[in-house]
């Protein structure tokens, strides 16, 4: 089966503590993005990658980081820098930037105490 | 920047219409999308629209686009139970444009439908 997986659903960290949260894809999607869930929120964009090796800061990237060394991964890392990492944390392809549908992963939800 | 407001809640009966509201601020969006998230998961495409169309129809699903008013709709017909979740909309950018390739959601509409 095709799809986007993202892994662990819960995740539990320490502050102070950085955190690498996973997402998979074997659609052959070129365009990958993360975006952060708040309650009573829209989503919001951290960063995305057009392509291998390329990535873009969305419109809160600060206190994260992403790395994009493969078509099928896209790694977010949560820093201490973040101030409040606490969210559900969503993965999404498409088949490139210009394709008008992204496909989400089931999310991964961070608690940082 | 751009913008897309939402109610946050709708409760309607099992067997009503459904209508969601969408409000955006980004004239030149190409497309406009609703999403539906159900608990603990990720985003499904429910259906989207072209900004140079007015009405879309898909199965229970009519969308329904005032571009002059900036304004979008989600019509669902004989709600079900099955359809409680939270609906997002969204906005993507023009071509060419510094938006491109990004959406913009709205808070999401959380409906929920009684038996």
């Known amino acids: 089966d095709g799809g986007i997986t993202q892994s662990p659903k819960y995740l539990f960290r320490k502050e102070g503590q950085n955190v690498t949260l996973s997402c998979e894809q074997n659609?052959?999607?070129?365009?990958m993005y993360w975006y952060r869930q708040d309650p009573g929120q829209g989503l919001r964009l951290i960063y995305y990658?057009?392509?291998?090796?390329?990535?873009q800061k969305g419109d809160i990237a600060e206190g994260y980081s992403v790395s994009r060394e493969k078509k099928e991964s896209f790694p977010l890392t949560v820093t201490s820098a973040q101030k409040n990492p606490t969210a559900f944390y969503l993965c999404?392809?498409?088949?490139?930037?210009?394709?008008?549908?992204?496909?989400f992963g089931p999310g991964t939800r961070l608690t940082v105490t | 920047g751009e913008d897309v407001e939402q109610s946050l809640f709708l409760s309607v009966r099992e067997g009503d219409s459904s209508v969601i509201n969408c409000t955006y601020t980004?004239?030149?969006?190409?497309?406009l999308y609703w999403y539906k998230q159900e608990p603990g998961a990720g985003l499904q495409l429910l259906t989207y629209?072209?900004?140079?169309?007015d009405m879309k129809q898909d199965q229970r699903l009519t969308v329904l686009l005032n571009k002059k008013d900036k304004h979008l709709s989600l019509r669902i017909a004989d709600t079900q139970t099955g359809d409680s979740a939270i609906y997002f909309c969204?906005?993507?950018?023009?071509?060419?444009?510094?938006?491109?390739?990004?959406?913009?959601f709205g808070q999401g509409t959380i409906l929920t439908v009684h038996p």
């Open positions: 999404a392809s498409s088949l490139d930037v210009v394709a008008y549908e992204q496909y």
């Open positions: 659609l052959n999607h070129d365009a």
């Open positions: 990658s057009q392509i291998v090796n390329d990535f």
């Open positions: 980004d004239s030149s969006s190409t497309y």
């Open positions: 629209i072209f900004s140079n169309m």
């Open positions: 969204a906005e993507g950018g023009e071509a060419g444009g510094t938006s491109y390739g990004k959406l913009t």
